[in-house]
Each structure stands twice: as structure tokens, then as C-alpha cells.
């Protein structure tokens, strides 16, 4: 299985603020990779896909960037509503895998 | 704008089988992927697996010799049956349909919550 290490696990950080949360795989994956947001009680959202296409819909605050086995999604500028859980997900290979994820607390 | 419904028992017993059905509206089963994936309780999302309309499909290994995913085009659904079941599947049970190259899951369901106990 393809190995997801996502970090920080944790992040408090305060509206306006520019975060940027990583996620490293064990094996080179190309563009095979996404990020959802999910709050809680909710079912997780897609926000980037193929590491960097912002989903339709999604505010162009969320950009997503990397390929091989190095990935960043950045916050540019965080609103109240973005307070949540991040995950990322590889799709190189099967089983797909997601890391274990962010959250992203208000400070 | 599609839509997908879990639908399913929110209780199972110990050593029984867990089934599920996902309803899809506002738009075919047809020509796409379809996915089941959970969350136990306060922790991360693990893929369980996905059928192609045309009913191929791919398990995770960790769950392939329990589960069996089955879709009825003719109803729109799509469904999860999970055998022998323990407390460690208790867990939010999630739908989602899948877009190819990548793989990723752009519409999911609300989730349903699974309780494994006697």
C-alpha cells in the first residue's frame, strides 16, 4: 500500500492567515492526488484534484500544488467557514489511500 | 446536481453482515464509478471499494475476502454487503461516485453510522 504521512496533525491559526498544510507518499505517485475538506458531522468535500485543479465551486483561496511524492494544499487568506478537517488521497494505486489528517483549529 | 442516500440498518450484530444501498438522483449510475468508503468514529477515512456501472469492481485488500459491492442500474443503486462483522466496523458509512484519471470522489452522501454490537 501506497503510504500517506500528512502533517501537521494539528493547526491553530487565525482568519487572514496563510496556511499551508503537506502531505509526503512513500513511493512516487505523479499527479494522482487530491484534497477534501470535511467538517464536522458532514461527509467530506473535494477542494483540489489531479494536485492542483480546483474543483468547480471551491474558492480560489485553496490551491493545491506538487507531484511525485510531495504535496501542498495552501489557504491563502483563511475565512471562518474554512475551520475544519483536511485529508489527502492517492489514486496511483489501489487500495486508495487517504492520510490521516489536518485540523484546522481557530487560534 | 446528483445526489446520493445511504440507506441501511444502523444496527448490526456481531458475526452478521452489514448491508448497505446507496440511492443516486439527478443523474445515471451509468458511465461512472461508484464508491463505498468509511470513517470509524473520531478517525480517518479508509476506501472499502468501487464498482464500474457495468459491475466490475475493486476491494481494498485489507476488507476484499467480507465485502461484496453489487449496483442495479435499473433502480440507480448500488450496494455494500460487509460479512462478519466486528466492533472494529463500526464506523460512518459514506457513497461517493468516482471520476477517473485520478481516481478521486467528487459527489458524496450525507454518511450513515454502522453500530457493530449484540
Known amino acids: 500500500d501506497i503510504q500517506m504521512t500528512q502533517s501537521p496533525s494539528s493547526l491553530s491559526a487565525s482568519v487572514g492567515d496563510r496556511v499551508t498544510i503537506t502531505c509526503r507518499t512513500n513511493q512516487s505517485i505523479s499527479s494522482y492526488f487530491n484534497w477534501y475538506q470535511q467538517k464536522p458531522g458532514k461527509a467530506p468535500k473535494l477542494l483540489i484534484y489531479a494536485a492542483s485543479s480546483l474543483q468547480s465551486g471551491v474558492p480560489s483561496r485553496f490551491s493545491g500544488s506538487g507531484s511525485g511524492t510531495d504535496f501542498t494544499l495552501t489557504i491563502s487568506s483563511l475565512q471562518p467557514e474554512d475551520f475544519a478537517a483536511y485529508y489527502c488521497?492517492?489514486?496511483?494505486?489501489?487500495?486508495?489511500?487517504f492520510g490521516q489528517g489536518t485540523r484546522l483549529e481557530i487560534k | 446536481q446528483v445526489q446520493l442516500q445511504e440507506s441501511g440498518p444502523g444496527l448490526v450484530k456481531p458475526s452478521e453482515t452489514l448491508s448497505l444501498t446507496c440511492t443516486v438522483s439527478?443523474?445515471?449510475?451509468?458511465?461512472?464509478?461508484w464508491s463505498w468508503i468509511r470513517q470509524p468514529p473520531g478517525k480517518g477515512l479508509e476506501w472499502i471499494g468501487y464498482?464500474?456501472?457495468?459491475?466490475?469492481?475493486k476491494y481494498n485488500p485489507s476488507l476484499k475476502s467480507r465485502v461484496t459491492i453489487s449496483v442495479d442500474t435499473s433502480k440507480n443503486q448500488f450496494s455494500l454487503r460487509l460479512s462478519s462483522v466486528t466492533a472494529a466496523d463500526t464506523a460512518v458509512y459514506y457513497c461517493?461516485?468516482?471520476?477517473?484519471?485520478?481516481?478521486?470522489?467528487?459527489?458524496w452522501g450525507q454518511g450513515t453510522l454502522v453500530t457493530v454490537s449484540s
Open positions: 488521497q492517492q489514486s496511483y494505486n489501489t487500495p486508495i489511500t
Open positions: 464498482i464500474y456501472y457495468s459491475g466490475s469492481t
Open positions: 461517493a461516485r468516482v471520476r477517473v484519471a485520478p481516481y478521486y470522489f467528487d459527489y
Open positions: 439527478g443523474g445515471s449510475i451509468s458511465s461512472y464509478y
